[in-house]
């Protein structure tokens, strides 16, 4: 009876330590990478929300720009949500910016993290550089998590011990206002990993869809051949671009039109993903290059971040 009772307490403790290791982690600290819009954005919500918040980023001079690019967000934001009370609203906001520290060293704040979301520049080699390193910083329940929109997450997971632990969190732009999350789930992604980022994502507002790890993830790899085919439909003559813009809004009802949406995108931005792709598959013919658009971008004419891009703007 004695060994049977033993055997018994065995088997609770085994199934006890094998549920407490499947649960699912509750973030409550999060490292945001990059001080850009992005990650600007993604510290912001993730602030307002009641989590602490470490801003990352190269110099104090851009983590400054980007904390009153906050500041400036989280009050348009208080007035609109506390209309007719000023005084919370200026609460909200001072409540929220003393939830965002901010550092140059990642390595030196990630110790203390739940999750690691990144919003860098979309390079692989920058992104792997950056992972390998922190991931000998990290705790060993932290997650790690990538914003990009283009590249595969398993390549930059690949470039960590931590491949179980590594999903992706690709929010869209202005990140306060788009409700919008993609999780992406890599095959070596754990359930757990995946369902604390869905978990996340919902606690920031916002409503998460999952996606496996294919290239452009659901939005991006619909998008962006839409896009890629209004330029060939303009390329051969077929219609003005002001035209498909037009057509596109009264007869699809689309806010914007692809050539307004790929000036406010970044024609830049939308070359390195079409281009990232075309080197995935050279001979489909969604992802071929665009002479159109790879002159403009040659001309530094990126859309409206430069002022010029398929519409002049003052």
Same mark, same amino acid.
């Given at each position: 009876?004695?060994?049977?009772?033993?055997?018994?307490?065995? !088997?609770?403790? %085994?199934? $006890?330590?094998?549920? /407490? #290791?499947?649960?699912?982690?509750?973030?409550?600290? +999060?490292?945001? @990478?990059?001080?850009?819009?992005?990650?600007?954005?993604?510290?912001?919500?993730?602030?307002?929300?009641?989590?602490?918040?470490?801003?990352?980023?190269?110099?104090?001079?851009?983590?400054?720009?980007?904390?009153?690019?906050?500041?400036?967000?989280?009050?348009?934001?208080?007035?609109?949500?506390?209309?007719?009370?000023?005084?919370?609203?200026?609460?909200?906001?001072?409540?929220?910016? !003393?939830?965002? %520290?901010? $550092?140059?060293?990642? /390595? #030196?704040?990630?110790?203390?993290?739940?999750?690691? +979301?990144?919003? @860098?520049?979309?390079?692989?080699?920058?992104?792997?550089?950056?992972?390998?390193?922190?991931?000998?910083?990290?705790?060993?329940?932290?997650?790690?998590?990538?914003?990009?929109?283009?590249?595969?997450?398993?390549?930059?997971?690949?470039?960590?011990?931590?491949?179980?632990?590594?999903?992706?969190?690709?929010?869209?732009?202005?990140?306060?206002?788009?409700?919008?999350?993609?999780?992406?789930?890599?095959?070596?992604? $754990?359930?757990?990993?995946?369902?604390?980022?869905?978990?996340?994502?919902?606690?920031?507002?916002?409503?998460?869809?999952?996606?496996?790890?294919?290239?452009?993830?659901?939005?991006?790899?619909?998008?962006?051949?839409?896009?890629?085919?209004?330029?060939?439909?303009?390329?051969?003559?077929?219609?003005?671009?002001?035209?498909?813009?037009?057509?596109?809004?009264?007869?699809?009802?689309?806010?914007?039109?692809?050539?307004?949406?790929?000036?406010?995108?970044?024609?830049?931005?939308?070359?390195?993903?079409?281009?990232?792709?075309?080197?995935?598959?050279?001979?489909?013919?969604?992802?071929?290059?665009?002479?159109?658009?790879?002159?403009?971008?040659?001309?530094?004419?990126?859309?409206?971040?430069?002022?010029?891009?398929?519409?002049?703007?003052?």
């Amino acid at each position: 009876m004695a060994f049977v009772t033993r055997q018994f307490v065995r !088997s609770v403790s %085994s199934s $006890s330590a094998a549920s /407490a #290791a499947a649960k699912k982690i509750i973030v409550k600290h +999060v490292t945001v @990478i990059g001080g850009g819009l992005m990650g600007a954005g993604i510290a912001q919500v993730a602030a307002a929300t009641g989590h602490m918040v470490v801003l990352v980023d190269q110099t104090e001079d851009i983590l400054a720009k980007s904390r009153r690019g906050i500041e400036d967000s989280l009050r348009r934001v208080a007035k609109k949500k506390f209309a007719e009370n000023p005084k919370a609203g200026d609460e909200f906001v001072e409540k929220t910016l !003393s939830s965002i %520290s901010t $550092s140059t060293d990642a /390595a #030196a704040v990630v110790h203390s993290s739940d999750l690691v +979301v990144e919003a @860098i520049v979309e390079n692989l080699t920058v992104k792997n550089e950056l992972f390998k390193r922190l991931d000998k910083f990290a705790a060993e329940h932290t997650i790690f998590a990538s914003n990009t929109s283009s590249l595969q997450i398993t390549s930059i997971a690949n470039a960590t011990t931590r491949q179980d632990r590594f999903g992706g969190l690709h929010f869209f732009n202005p990140v306060p206002v788009m409700k919008l999350v993609e999780v992406i789930k890599t095959p070596m992604t $754990s359930q757990k990993t995946f369902e604390s980022l869905v978990d996340f994502s919902k606690a920031l507002g916002k409503h998460p869809v999952s996606c496996k790890d294919t290239p452009g993830f659901i939005v991006n790899r619909l998008l962006v051949p839409y896009l890629m085919e209004a330029i060939r439909l303009h390329e051969r003559g077929d219609a003005s671009k002001e035209d498909i813009d037009t057509a596109m809004k009264l007869g699809a009802g689309y806010p914007m039109g692809p050539f307004e949406l790929l000036d406010y995108v970044g024609l830049d931005t939308t070359k390195f993903i079409v281009d990232g792709w075309h080197e995935l598959d050279v001979k489909d013919p969604k992802f071929q290059p665009s002479p159109a658009l790879n002159k403009l971008v040659a001309e530094k004419k990126f859309g409206k971040k430069t002022g010029e891009g398929f519409y002049k703007y003052k």
